[in-house]
């Protein structure tokens, strides 16, 4: 199948309320190129250095959302123009945002990284650092940040049943933080959770934005 036909059946078949993120990464401009022609406007990449050369050589009218681990010396090059970064795994890394996107005169949407797999290798905050941070008094004074909401990465697996268990702990985080912490705030909204192999079941458990890349474009070559 080619890249414009299936941007055009994700287009015709997630529900109304998911918004899908083109995950673009080791995929060249000719790619992404031929999702823009169909409309697709939001693309989802995991190194800055990809980001921002693709960024320069694709129409403006891109939103570009950053997925990978961001490293905070890396900031400075996403500020100027990120429309949203997923992965926020710290507290540090919140900070440093704010403090760079407030010399690009900018507010930059964010959503926090909750490490929700069984494997050690990925990033996060686990639910009870998150609670703890949410609720410190450090947060008021983000003013060059928005948090949108969260991320999750489920374990690499076939067992759809425990994916779906970890996208559920997820949301039901996500629905108490909503109804507490946040519940003045109408940008705490988003839940990313759902890639190529279990974005079904993520949109049964409430994700709001989903990031897929192989099923878009194939296996990528690394
Ligand atoms: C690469 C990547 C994806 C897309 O994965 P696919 O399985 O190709 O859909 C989604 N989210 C993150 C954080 C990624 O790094």
């Not at 050589?57 to 939103?63: A, H, R, T």
């Not at 970890?166 to 629905?175: A, I, P, Q, T, W």
Request: aromatic share 10%; hydrophobic share 40%.
């Amino acid at each position: 199948m080619s890249i414009s036909h299936n941007i055009q059946f994700f287009k015709a078949n997630l529900p109304e309320q998911v918004q899908l993120v083109c995950v673009s990464k080791f995929h060249p401009i000719s790619a992404l190129q031929e999702a823009y022609d169909v409309g697709q406007r939001i693309f989802g990449e995991s190194k800055v250095q990809e980001l921002t050369e693709k960024q320069e050589l694709l129409p403006n009218d891109i939103e570009w959302h950053f997925i990978g681990h961001l490293q905070t010396n890396k900031i400075k090059y996403l500020v100027p123009f990120v429309h949203m970064i997923h992965g926020v795994d710290s507290g540090k890394l919140l900070f440093e945002i704010n403090k760079e996107a407030k010399k690009a005169g900018r507010i930059v949407n964010c959503l926090l990284q909750v490490h929700i797999a069984q494997e050690e290798t990925k990033f996060g905050f686990s639910k009870e650092e998150l609670l703890e941070f949410i609720s410190s008094d450090e947060l008021q004074n983000l003013e060059n940040v928005t948090i949108c909401g969260l991320m999750g990465m489920a374990s690499n697996t076939d067992d759809l049943a425990k994916v779906r268990n970890e996208f559920h702990g997820l949301k039901v985080l996500f629905d108490k933080l909503k109804s507490t912490v946040f519940s003045a705030q109408n940008s705490f909204k988003e839940l990313s959770i759902g890639m190529s192999g279990d974005y079904e079941t993520a949109i049964e458990e409430g994700s709001t934005l989903v990031r897929i890349g192989s099923a878009i474009f194939g296996p990528r070559l690394y």
